[in-house]
């Protein structure tokens, strides 16, 4: 029989850790207290996405040590 039986992989389900949260959190809050949406952090910080600031503030990433800098002077 010509059919493959291989089951497709199940997406990965993503790990967060408490600090990652914390830290989400915070930089959520921190922006929002700015009145700044995730549009403009991506412009300030040329992020290519939305979702790499939104995994960010959801603690699903934690925040780029090479960037941390440039979140601070935001």
Same mark, same amino acid.
């Given at each position: 029989?010509?059919? @493959?039986? $291989? %089951?497709?992989? @199940?997406?990965?389900?993503?790990?967060?850790?408490?600090? +990652? %949260?914390?830290?989400?959190?915070?930089?959520k %809050?921190?922006?929002?207290?700015?009145?700044? @949406?995730?549009?403009?952090?991506?412009?300030?910080?040329?992020?290519?996405?939305?979702?790499?600031? @939104?995994?960010?503030?959801v603690?699903?990433?934690?925040?780029?040590? %090479? $960037?941390?800098?440039? +979140?601070?002077?935001?």
């Amino acid at each position: 029989s010509g059919t @493959s039986t $291989r %089951k497709k992989p @199940s997406p990965r389900k993503r790990e967060t850790t408490p600090l +990652w %949260k914390r830290v989400g959190a915070y930089v959520k %809050k921190r922006r929002e207290e700015l009145g700044l @949406s995730q549009g403009d952090i991506i412009d300030a910080l040329g992020y290519k996405s939305r979702n790499a600031v @939104s995994n960010i503030e959801v603690g699903i990433e934690g925040l780029p040590a %090479k $960037r941390i800098y440039d +979140w601070a002077d935001i």
